[in-house]
């Protein structure tokens, strides 16, 4: 597959359900785990231009920084802080329509003002988080978290 998005106008969902089969000929024949993360934050951000698309990966007790799309950010993260490590341990995706209304959100982006973060679980186990934000409020829904669950699960972890 050339490496070559096509970006298209729609409804939210109509746009992901163009961007999922590019995702997944992106994916199609790599095995490299940071690769895959890699493109599929390119593509996320490319397609919604979004502030920040990343991942963070569990190492050890904690998680840390992996590929992403956007302004610099924190390192490494502990299980149950901020909206990433609290949606690793309540092992479930997370919607905040408002970070400053979110307990012990971590400000890696003052710009930031709502945020998705979904956890990749594999064998029952959280293996990472897809972290979303955005420089507006109110930005992610139920579509998000349909279509972001549905991304993370075609990695190859
Ligand atoms: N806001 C996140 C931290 C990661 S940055 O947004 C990239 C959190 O509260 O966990």
């Known amino acids: 597959m050339a490496e070559d998005l096509t970006i298209i106008t729609g409804t939210k969902a109509e746009q992901y359900e163009s ?21 599929i934050t390119g593509a996320l951000k490319e397609q919604f231009n979004w502030l920040w698309v990343g991942f963070y990966l569990v190492k050890k ?41 979110f307990p012990g959100h971590i400000a890696c982006n003052s710009t930031s003002k709502s945020e998705i973060v979904v956890p ?16 507006e409020t109110d930005q992610f829904d139920a579509t998000d978290q ?12």
């Open 61 to 101: 007790d904690e998680l840390v920084l992996g590929p992403f799309q956007g302004p610099v950010a924190c390192t490494r993260i502990k299980k149950g802080r901020g909206v990433c490590g609290s949606s690793w341990e309540k092992e479930e995706t997370l919607i905040v329509p408002d970070v400053n209304m």
């Open 146 to 157: 349909r279509y972001l669950e549905e991304i993370v699960n075609l990695i190859p972890f």
């Open 120 to 135: 990749v679980i594999r064998n029952y186990v959280v293996v990472g988080v897809l972290d979303v934000d955005s420089s």
């Open 19 to 39: 961007l999922i089969p590019q995702i997944k000929g992106l994916l199609q024949g790599e095995t490299d785990l940071i690769a895959n993360l890699a493109n």
